[in-house]
């Protein structure tokens, strides 16, 4: 049964740091993995996706990378602002387009 | 920007009664999907949908609850008889196509049973 971990739980740090946010799954046979963000008592916004067969997706200041055969994602944040505050999930997709989530890293961003 | 919305923003109810969750999915999209999410914990997994039928269930989509695609554009999730252990964020969620797409989701609606 596929597991995912993020780990840390929580995270905070001041304003303009460089930051890595890590996700890891039990079970390598992933189709894709996604990562979301998620504001207080909001829905999920997708961040990236990356396929199984890539290594690394890049959308303006976060860069995600997938190591596949070490059941192992990280989500980079670049020079965080305030405004990235917030509670980051990832998801795998192992086939069927069921999501199964990870219990989510919330971070904190100091102005 | 095409979105996924969700009717209502808020629902309490009470226990035993029926409930119906509306979304009106991404107009292109082909797949669908609910989750649910209880407060404090992970988010869950419920059903997928595709092509009028259900694609996949999870355990905890027992016979209390039902999906539906009434028309063309709404998309409906029905707890027959609600419990107290129900109340919870439940979110929709579409895809252009199945796996291997990204899942777009809507804001949710949460739901307290009392």
């Known amino acids: 049964k596929q597991e995912v971990t993020q780990i840390p739980a929580a995270l905070s740090v001041p304003e303009g740091e460089n930051l890595v946010l890590n996700c890891s799954f039990t079970?390598?046979?992933?189709?894709?993995l996604q990562w979301f963000r998620q504001d207080p008592g909001k829905g999920l916004t997708s961040l990236l996706l990356?396929?199984?067969?890539?290594r690394e997706q890049t959308s303006g200041r976060l860069n995600a990378s997938l190591d596949k055969s070490s059941g192992r994602s990280t989500l980079y944040i670049a020079a965080s602002q305030p405004g990235d505050s917030a509670t980051y999930l990832c998801?795998?997709?192992?086939?069927?387009?069921?999501?199964?989530f990870g219990q989510g890293t919330t971070l904190q961003v100091k102005p | 920007e095409p979105e996924v919305t969700q009717t209502p923003s808020h629902q309490v109810t009470q226990m035993g009664q029926e409930v119906i969750l509306r979304c009106v999915p991404i107009s292109n999209h082909l797949y669908f999907y609910w989750y649910r999410q209880i407060l404090g914990q992970k988010v869950e997994f419920l059903v997928s949908?595709?092509?009028?039928?259900?694609?996949?269930k999870s355990e905890i989509f027992d016979d209390q609850f039902s999906v539906e695609r009434p028309d063309g554009s709404n998309f409906t999730l029905k707890i027959r008889s609600t419990k107290l252990e129900d109340s919870a964020m439940y979110f929709c969620a579409s895809s252009e196509a199945g796996q291997q797409e990204t899942q777009y989701f809507g804001p949710g609606t949460r739901l307290l049973v009392l």
């Open positions: 079970d390598s046979a992933i189709y894709n």
């Open positions: 990356i396929q199984s067969s890539q």
């Open positions: 949908f595709y092509n009028n039928e259900i694609s996949e």
């Open positions: 998801a795998v997709d192992g086939n069927t387009g069921k999501l199964i």
